[in-house]
């Protein structure tokens, strides 16, 4: 196993970026981290509230398509391992504006890839055993799954059926070749659907409770029975973890969740637990509405954990109720949030 030094963390101000400093800072003493994020409507210095006063951690504002800032800041803080979470997600977003999925998505990668090369493999061998280059995707590149077909594994074929998708699948593709072709060493990771404090409010779990203390109708898309694996964040970081530390050059790794749930259930248990903290308005599933479904939407997602759980023997850790527990209760406490 090797030890992190310096890492450079993509997306660091956004959900799951955030959540992955935390984690690493209280983890890995040895471990220094520059933060780099654009600041767009996905991300936010708050996120990294708890960390700004640590002498461990530096943020820089910037783009993953800037070629000139990204190798300054590699040269600067002597990046040994990049974590690269930074992207455009939401699949909504994606069907309207599809062009800046693709420019972050496979041209910011791309220039990564690009630029880590050039500063691990130049003439001065700054490449020793201890760079990684791992990349944070998701399972929508596989595409959908029948209701009776096995869960994905990782030699699952690509199938994306989204902007979003076929951009982290462009991307994925993109980290494979130079690791192939260059011998840059990378790692891949594609993800089940993430929750838990912090999640942009446009996402599921986070209109969901919104609706529920607004008293608004809570949208549901078709019939609700589009199945996704939900996976705690927290959960996600420790997965990454093990990753970083094994440094199994090359391979890719599926983490899910464990909670395989349609969209209807799982909302139907958020609206139970805002009924023990609002019990003068439950029950709060009155408010569910179902509107038109989106274009192309997947009807399920599940995630075969098995090599994960072989290969570096995690497992997700968080109980599912006790995981939307929290995440409700984060919510519900933030008084002045425009989650809210």
Same mark, same amino acid.
Request: glycine share 6%; charged share 20%.
């Given at each position: ?11 660091? !101000? ?162 494979? !070749? ?60 420790? !997965? ?101």
């Amino acid at each position: 196993m090797s030890s992190m030094q310096n890492i450079l963390v993509t997306g660091s !101000a956004g959900f799951i970026g955030s959540h992955f400093v935390e984690y690493m800072l209280s983890i890995d003493p040895n471990s220094r981290i520059c933060s780099y994020d654009s600041l767009t409507y996905a991300g936010t210095l708050n996120n990294l509230e708890s960390v700004q006063n640590n002498p461990r951690h530096t943020f820089v504002q910037g783009d993953i398509r800037d070629p000139q800032q990204v190798a300054s800041i590699l040269r600067k803080h002597q990046i040994d391992t990049i974590v690269h979470f930074a992207a455009e997600s939401h699949v909504d977003n994606s069907i309207d504006s599809p062009a800046i999925f693709f420019e972050t998505n496979v041209m910011g990668t791309l220039n990564l890839l690009q630029q880590a090369k050039e500063y691990w493999m130049n003439k001065d061998q700054r490449f020793n055993e201890n760079c990684l280059f791992h990349h944070v995707s998701t399972d929508e590149v596989y595409g959908s799954l029948t209701a009776e077909a096995e869960p994905f594994t990782e030699t699952t074929p690509y199938e994306p059926n989204s902007p979003y998708a076929a951009s982290k699948a462009s991307s994925n593709h993109i980290v494979r !070749a130079y690791g192939n072709t260059f011998g840059l060493p990378i790692t891949i990771s594609n993800c089940s659907n993430n929750y838990g404090p912090r999640q942009h409010a446009e996402k599921l779990i986070p209109t969901v409770i919104r609706c529920c203390l607004q008293q608004k109708p809570i949208p549901i898309y078709g019939s609700g029975r589009n199945e996704r694996d939900w996976l705690y964040v927290t959960d996600h970081c420790q !997965a990454i973890h093990k990753i970083l530390q094994h440094r199994l050059l090359g391979n890719v790794y599926n983490i899910g969740g464990g909670y395989a749930v349609d969209n209807l259930t799982l909302v139907k248990a958020i609206c139970q637990i805002m009924d023990d903290h609002f019990p003068d308005y439950a029950p709060h599933e009155n408010l569910i509405h179902f509107v038109t479904d989106r274009k192309g939407h997947d009807f399920r997602y599940a995630i075969n954990n098995t090599k994960i759980y072989r290969d570096l023997s995690w497992q997700p850790q968080t109980d599912p109720l006790l995981g939307l527990k929290k995440t409700v209760e984060y919510y519900v406490n933030q008084k002045e949030t425009n989650l809210c």
